[in-house]
Nanobody, 128 residues
């Protein structure tokens, strides 16, 4: 299984980025998907999660209202649209595949221990 994240880069505060994560060798629709991030010297933190059909989503309070997670099961790809970026959003962003699929409850998807597969990360740097 491979999760290939892309779309990171350097952007000014207030700008936008769209991250993508393409999965291969994975039955994509059998997994909830999530995005996490890790800044230097900090622990990895949850950003967003999405149910298998895209019907439900969950966001960290720190990004709620600025970030949208979506997925295209036909392309085995999950996206993270980030708007109104802040310097504190600077981090390496990782996509991950949860151990199971659900469209009813994403509460467990906030915790990294439930994810079976992880991508390599894409760096997002927001300048002030």
């Amino acid at each position: 299984v491979q999760l290939q994240a892309s779309g990171g880069g350097l952007v000014q505060a207030g700008g936008s980025l769209r991250l993508s994560c393409a999965a291969s060798s994975l039955t994509f629709s059998l997994h909830n998907m999530g995005w996490f991030r890790q800044a230097p010297g900090k622990e990895r933190e949850f950003v967003a999660a999405i149910g298998w059909s895209g019907g439900i989503t969950r966001y960290a309070d720190s990004v709620k209202g600025r970030v949208t997670i979506s997925r295209d099961n036909a392309k085995s790809t999950v996206y993270l649209q980030m708007n109104s970026l802040k310097p504190e959003d600077t981090a390496n962003y990782y996509c991950a595949a949860f151990i199971r699929a659900s469209d009813k409850d994403l509460s467990a998807s906030s915790y990294s221990r439930g994810y079976k597969y992880w991508g390599q990360g894409t760096q997002v740097t927001v300048s002030s």
